[in-house]
């Protein structure tokens, strides 16, 4: 069973369905042509795969910049809550069907030429290109949110890292500490930051009785406080949780990382562990690509093909208004395959 179904299993969040497997995929490829991906996650990877078995004499070549992102789980119990869920496309299934794997950072899309700008100074030339970048934090403006504030209370929201960094800090909890967990008003997984509070709420429960969390929601809805609040009582978990809503001042107007001080609209926290979590965008090559409007996502049709360049197509959480999971993913795959 994969650590996603357990999930499902012991949390019911994520929405389960049926996702066709693999068919053809988009915008009328020809049998020689190469296709390009770029992200190696749960839609990169799976887009790859349905490529290769939709199209056998298709070139089809996978970029991913992070070396880490089809390696063999690192079994980092304690830090594996905090981490997303692999693909089940590992490298060398990839390989073992004919795709053609680089690992390079996309900085720039000619689109004209078809021609991709790598970060080694390399270039990649397609016929058809696939984005499925995901996503990154977007910027705020919090006085005191600096790198060094960002590194002292780590998000912990897709890198590995940060992952590492907030489960030894929670390991280092004082009997009777204070965690934060921060939420920002534009959520983009909103499942996941309910799945990151009970997280929270359970590992404290379990190792300081004595601890407490604060969820700071600026979220515009009392829906995520409402679902915690049933999953907490259903799932008996017994830890001091405050939940402040929007309505109740959960936006932050400081931080003072040293201090553990955050300002918020209901006044003043001091906390030993801050999960801060920062709002996301598409991944930056997507707005380098000219795919991405003023929310920050990739307006798409149903099939995933760009409102804004009918020759892209881009897949998973990049999207805009898609469902940020891994079901959300394959469905974005599986409904791009019916263009073929
Ligand atoms: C902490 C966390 C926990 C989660 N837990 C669950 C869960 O339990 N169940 C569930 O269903 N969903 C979960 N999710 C959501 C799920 O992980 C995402 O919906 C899914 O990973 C989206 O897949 P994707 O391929 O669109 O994007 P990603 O998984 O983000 O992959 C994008 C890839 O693109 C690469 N990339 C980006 N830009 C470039 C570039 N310029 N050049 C080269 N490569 C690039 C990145 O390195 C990355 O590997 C979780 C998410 C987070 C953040």
Same mark, same amino acid.
């Given at each position: ?46 887009? +790859?795969? *349905? ?12 970029? %991913? ?5 089809? *390696?063999?789980?690192?079994?980092? =119990? +304690? ?82 890292? %940060? ?8 390991? +280092? ?51 995520? =406080? ?115």
């Amino acid at each position: 069973m994969t650590r996603l179904t357990r999930r499902h299993l012991a949390l019911g969040l994520f929405a389960t369905s049926a996702v066709a497997a693999a068919g053809g995929i988009g915008l009328a490829l020809a049998p020689s042509d190469r296709a390009v991906i770029v992200g190696a996650g749960p839609a990169g990877a799976q887009a +790859a795969l *349905a490529l290769r078995a939709a199209h056998p004499a298709l070139r089809v070549t996978l970029l %991913e910049r992070d070396p880490t992102r089809l *390696a063999r789980e690192t079994g980092d =119990a +304690a830090a594996a809550a905090f981490v997303p869920p692999r693909t089940e496309a590992t490298l060398s299934r990839l390989k073992a069907q004919g795709i053609e794997v680089m690992l390079d950072d996309v900085t720039d899309v000619d689109w004209t030429a078809g021609r991709l700008s790598l970060f080694s100074g390399r270039d990649a030339a397609f016929d058809r290109l696939y984005l499925a970048p995901g996503t990154t934090a977007k910027a705020e403006a919090i006085e005191g949110l600096d790198a060094e504030a960002r590194f002292a209370m780590p998000a912990a929201w897709g890198n590995a890292r %940060e992952a590492r960094r907030l489960a030894a800090q929670l390991a +280092a909890l004082p009997e009777a500490g204070h965690v934060v967990l921060r939420l920002p008003a534009e959520l983009s997984h909103p499942q996941v930051a309910l799945h990151r509070a009970l997280v929270l709420a359970r590992r404290i429960a379990a190792t300081r009785p004595a601890a407490r969390l604060t969820v700071l929601d600026a979220t515009p809805t009392p829906a995520l =406080a409402q679902s915690f609040a049933m999953a907490k009582r259903l799932q008996g978990i017994d830890a001091q949780v405050a939940w402040i809503t929007a309505a109740e001042g959960a936006g932050v107007t400081a931080v003072d990382a040293r201090a553990g001080r955050i300002e918020t609209g209901a006044g003043s926290l001091r906390a030993d562990v801050i999960n801060f979590v920062p709002p996301h965008v598409a991944g930056a090559i997507a707005r380098t690509a000219g795919l991405v409007d003023a929310s920050g996502w990739c307006p798409c049709d149903a099939r995933g093909r760009s409102m804004l360049r009918s020759d892209a197509v881009v897949l998973g959480d990049a999207r805009k208004g898609t469902a940020r999971t891994l079901d959300g993913a394959r469905l974005s795959v599986a409904a791009t395959v019916a263009q073929a």
